[in-house]
């Protein structure tokens, strides 16, 4: 009965109210004495669900190997990646990560720091991997190496003088909003409601400020990815509109399944209206913290979205979680396993992903067995 067991119907699986209290008898969740049979209900069905998908997707006959993921490794670009350049711990250095993602075969990465532009660094990390690769005993091409800054408030908040100042970096492409600086991310992460707690997009009138209008023009004219940062759906929409009256070609709404800057599927569809490209996060899809329903809600985005609107990051670097390149796999193969394409995973790690940078795709769909 699980032959050919489309993508469409591992979404469509439902749990019924009948088999929720008929697993109240057969097993038990560990949650604290008078907690709402409705939140019980909730996470028994979650969890039902995803036992079904996992067992239906199973005897359908799961049909990649290990050589898929590796043809798919080949040509894909992280776009959203945290290094060591941080004054806090991280897993690796960003000259690791870049070994790892050569020694597979991926094409770039994108480095984000979190207080000082990350693109300061791309000339080095690059020239540390050119050595590295002139040592190697078999020829190998490194990843290409980009970073940006992130308008937090050590480099001034929304600052167009820091983003001025960063064009003269090779590999600079990327513009991030604020992210732990945000007043959105001050409520939802550590409940400080202070008036002056975080950075606001918008003025008293709902309206984007000036200083934002002129980063979203220095965006349009040199090329630069604008990025949206942890802010809510109702203030990200606004800024993204306005970026695109403004003619900024390369806009994207970063790991809308997050917390703090959480999106619905259906506000997600208003920015693939306006050609805002959506990031497809490997973090939340797959560890702490991980989001929504992890694996099933990615392929949930892939097919209620398309794939012409979705570039790849992995947003890994936590010391708690495995290593970037281990993300890039992981992502891949519990992909192929919900039953996205081959094709369609090319065209978001690789094809889609080159073209929000402005570079040329090292792959094709044709290059595919």
């Keep these: 009965m699980y032959e050919d067991f489309s ?67 080949q040509g894909a670009i992280d776009i959203h990646a945290h290094g060591g ?29 979190w207080y000082t532009p990350s693109a300061s660094r791309n000339m080095l990390i690059n020239r540390m991997m050119e050595d590295w690769a002139s040592q190697q005993t078999e020829p190998v091409k490194p990843v290409k190496v980009f970073g940006g800054i992130t308008l937090n408030k050590t480099v001034g908040g929304l600052n167009p003088v820091a983003v001025e100042k960063c064009l003269g970096f090779p590999g600079m492409k990327y513009v991030w909003l604020p992210m732990v600086d945000s007043y959105h991310h001050q409520r939802v992460v550590y409940d400080n409601w202070a008036p002056d707690a975080g950075i606001q997009l918008l003025d008293g009138n709902r309206k984007v400020k000036g200083e934002l209008k002129e980063i979203m023009r220095i965006c ?27 003619g900024v070609k390369h806009c994207e709404l970063i790991h809308p399944t997050h917390i703090h800057s959480k999106h619905t599927i259906k506000q997600m569809k208003e920015y693939c209206d306006m050609d805002v490209m959506i990031m497809l996060n490997a973090l939340g899809m797959e560890c702490f913290p991980i989001h929504e329903t992890g694996p099933i809600y990615a392929a949930q985005m892939i097919e209620e979205l398309g794939t ?11 010391i708690h979680n495995p290593r970037h390149v281990v993300g890039v796999r992981w992502a891949i193969q519990l992909l192929l396993a919900y039953g996205v394409s081959k094709a369609d995973i090319r065209k978001i790690f690789a094809i889609n992903t080159a073209k929000h940078l402005d570079i040329e795709p090292t792959v094709s769909l044709d290059d595919l067995k």
């Excluded at 809510?232 to 606004?238: A, G, Q």
């Excluded at 012409?308 to 936590?318: A, E, I, N, P």
Aim: hydrophobic share 40%; glycine share 4%.
């Design 85 to 113: 350049s941080d004054p806090f711990d991280r897993l690796l250095p960003e000259d690791e990560v870049c070994k790892d993602y050569t020694k597979a075969g991926m094409a770039a990465v994108v480095f984000k720091t």
């Design 308 to 318: 012409d609107h979705l570039v790849f990051g992995t947003d890994y670097g936590q």
């Design 220 to 246: 349009a004219d040199n090329d630069l990815v604008f990025a949206s940062g942890h802010y809510p759906y109702e203030d990200s929409i606004i800024v993204m509109e306005e970026a695109k009256k403004l």
């Design 7 to 73: 993508l469409r119907q591992v979404l469509d699986i439902e749990v019924s109210q009948e088999r929720v209290e008929n697993l109240k008898k057969l097993t038990h969740l560990d949650l604290p004495e008078g907690t709402p049979e409705a939140v019980k209900d909730f996470m028994l069905r979650q969890w039902a669900q995803q036992v079904n998908i996992t067992y239906a997707r199973f005897m359908a006959g799961i049909k990649f190997t290990p050589a898929d993921v590796d043809e798919l490794m």
